[in-house]
């Protein structure tokens, strides 16, 4: 059974493009969470997504960021027009309910870097 | 607000004991977690706690007080390889979200 996957894990982009970061969950799995992690920083939640739902997202920024988890296909954050300040790693975890008492396994992340 | 405090960073020696504390201040509490994370790596879950007391497993203990809003993880015979950031998270009431401290690292060294 695979783990969460999630790639690319190493991203570059220039300032203004966009950045497209996917996630698949565990099989069986239909609830996903978004963080952010800057060095040497905790996580920082983001996005909570079922399939085809945003539950909550008191946590992504107002602009240029979006997340979605078709019904088919992996969970998507897209940061359109990148700055400098959005180089971090995002992490993506899943859980097969919501994080009651559910632990939740988390991707590699994919770590953007932004020229 | 949301806050959640733990030691920037601590030291051990191999073979000995270490307790890294968490306090924590949320609106309101519905479990809180320990995950350990490796330098590039993905975060792995250590432990879960969500009433007053102790959760063994292995080398490995989570404390809790809610009545304090404390938490602690116990790491007995310490291994290098547990040499790591050590992130404790709080899932508040009513949201969905898990709501991370800035991690703890953990160097043990021979």
């Known amino acids: 059974n695979a783990g969460v996957m999630q790639n690319p894990r190493h991203l570059v982009r220039r300032r203004g493009q966009e950045a497209r970061l996917r996630c698949s969950p565990m099989k069986g799995h239909s609830h996903v969470y978004w963080y952010r992690q800057l060095p040497e920083e905790g996580l920082k939640f983001m996005v909570y997504?079922?399939?085809?739902?945003?539950?909550?997202e008191s946590g992504m920024p107002k602009e240029r960021f979006s997340a979605e988890f078709p019904k088919e296909g992996p969970s998507i954050l897209r940061i359109q027009q990148v700055v400098r300040g959005d180089s971090a790693a995002y992490f993506c975890?899943?859980?097969?309910?919501?994080?009651?008492?559910?632990?939740?396994?988390f991707g590699q992340g994919t770590r953007l870097t932004v020229v | 607000g949301q806050n959640i405090d733990q030691p920037t960073e601590m030291t051990a020696t191999e073979g000995a004991i270490v307790q890294i504390n968490c306090t924590y201040q949320t609106s309101g509490f519905n479990g809180l977690f320990w995950y350990q994370q490796h330098a590039g790596e993905a975060p792995t879950f250590l432990s879960y706690n969500v009433l007053d007391g102790l959760e063994e497993k292995g080398r490995f203990s989570s404390f809790l007080s809610r009545s304090k809003g404390y938490s602690y993880l116990l790491l007995k015979e310490l291994q290098m390889k547990d040499s790591a950031s050590y992130l404790c998270?709080?899932?508040?009431?009513?949201?969905?979200?898990?709501?991370f401290g800035a991690g703890t690292r953990l160097f043990v060294k021979a």
């Open positions: 998270a709080v899932k508040s009431a009513g949201g969905f979200k898990t709501i």
């Open positions: 975890a899943s859980s097969p309910r919501e994080q009651g008492n559910t632990e939740a396994f």
């Open positions: 997504l079922q399939k085809e739902n945003i539950i909550d």
